[in-house]
């Protein structure tokens, strides 16, 4: 089991960005985030591979968002730009027995507690 515990989130200004961490204890492959926003279900919103070399977003963060990892430090990071109301939520990392990328959160084993993120407009 990994345990998993995200950090940066905070409250910020439309158009500001933020950088969420997620430090694991325990052997790491596959990792995603994840948001859930208020009466929505989670989403997913990037995932990379173990080795770094392939990466997934959502659609809604394409070309905003960049995930990153750091094996050095087994963690993971979502750097988040240009931040909008819409993006509004708690963000989960996961994590994931296989070595590659997913979008379902099915493929993801073990969670952390998630960070708030709230961007006013």
């Known amino acids: 089991q990994v345990q998993l515990q995200e950090s940066g989130g905070g409250l910020v200004q439309a158009g500001d960005s933020l950088r969420l961490s997620c430090g694991a204890s325990g052997r790491t492959y596959g990792m995603g985030w994840f948001r859930q926003a208020p009466g929505k279900e989670r989403e997913f919103v990037a995932a990379?591979?173990?080795?770094?070399?392939?990466?997934e977003y959502a659609d809604s963060v394409k070309g905003r968002f960049t995930i990153s990892r750091d094996r050095d430090k087994n963690t993971v990071y979502l750097d988040m730009n240009n931040l909008q109301s819409e993006d509004t939520a708690v963000y989960y990392c996961?994590?994931?027995?296989?070595?590659?990328?997913?979008?379902?959160?099915?493929?993801?084993?073990?969670w952390g507690q998630g960070t708030q993120v709230t961007v006013s407009s």
């Open positions: 990379i591979g173990w080795s770094g070399a392939f990466t």
């Open positions: 996961a994590a994931s027995p296989y070595e590659g990328t997913s979008s379902h959160s099915s493929q993801f084993d073990d």
